[in-house]
T-cell receptor
Framework: GQQLNQSPQSMFIQEGEDVSMNCTSS?????WLWYKQEPGEGPVLLIA?????ELTSNGRLTAQFGITRKDSFLNISASIPSDVGIYFC????????????FGQGTTLQVKP | GAGVSQSPRYKVAKRGQDVALRCDPI?????LFWYQQALGQGPEFLTY????????KSGLPSDRFFAERPEGSVSTLKIQRTQQEDSAVYLC???????????????FGNGTRLTVT
């Protein structure tokens, strides 16, 4: 089936630094979404991308839908301690049921 | 409540026992999804309902897993004869629109953590 490869697997950064993570696939995705999950909670949607080449921002977060429709990146600028969590990329692939396929996640730790 | 509600939050079952996990989606949401999340992994799709119709159950790992949404609102995921490999967090998500609407975001519950001993 379709899979998403997310990197890096984990990051440990200093508060104030910028962060970049990405997601790739061998097949085309129709949408790309980025979620954040904190311990004991479900994933929460951060940014949704619906068109190839689309660049969207949400506060300090910026994400882009790759022009080939096979990749996406998420940038976080000026990180703060509350950015800590696991970030997942997800996408709608070839299925018409609307199900999302998730990457393996990037664990972000921020040192104050 | 305003969000997706799942119960119980934690469930410990002895191997071989049957369990039932409940999901209350956001009122009026057409689509309902179940996902399984193993420790350190991303959520993996199990099954999808549009109203009361189960349109995709391709992710259910075995015939021990069964899901229903008889009135198009509350859903139950049942696992029969639980095995240790069933230990995971089971997440429910709902969205306002049906399957053709990619721009209808999924709202996740906080999950049920199932531990099979």
């Amino acid at each position: 089936g379709q899979q998403l490869n997310q990197s890096p697997q984990s990051m440990f950064i200093q508060e104030g630094e910028d962060v970049s993570m990405n997601c790739t696939s061998s097949s085309i995705f129709n949408t790309w979404l980025w979620y954040k999950q904190e311990p004991g909670e479900g994933p929460v949607l951060l940014i949704a991308l619906y068109k190839a080449g689309e660049l969207t921002s949400n506060g300090r977060l910026t994400a882009q839908f790759g022009i080939t429709r096979k990749d996406s990146f998420l940038n976080i600028s000026a990180s703060i301690p509350s950015d800590v969590g696991i970030y997942f990329c997800a996408g709608h692939g070839s299925s018409n049921t609307g199900k999302l396929i998730f990457g393996q996640g990037t664990t972000l730790q921020v040192k104050p | 409540g305003a969000g997706v509600s799942q119960s119980p939050r934690y469930k410990v079952a002895k191997r071989g026992q049957d369990v039932a996990l409940r999901c209350d989606p956001i009122s009026g949401h057409v689509s309902l999804f179940w996902y399984q999340q193993a420790l350190g992994q991303g959520p993996e799709f199990l099954t999808y309902f549009q109203n009361e119709a189960q349109l995709d159950k391709s992710g259910l790992p075995s015939d021990r897993f069964f899901a229903e949404r008889p009135e198009g609102s509350v859903s139950t995921l049942k696992i029969q004869r639980t095995q240790q490999e069933d230990s995971a967090v089971y997440l429910c998500a709902s969205s306002l629109k049906g399957r053709s609407s990619y721009n209808s975001p999924l709202h996740f519950g906080n999950g049920t953590r199932l531990t099979v001993t």
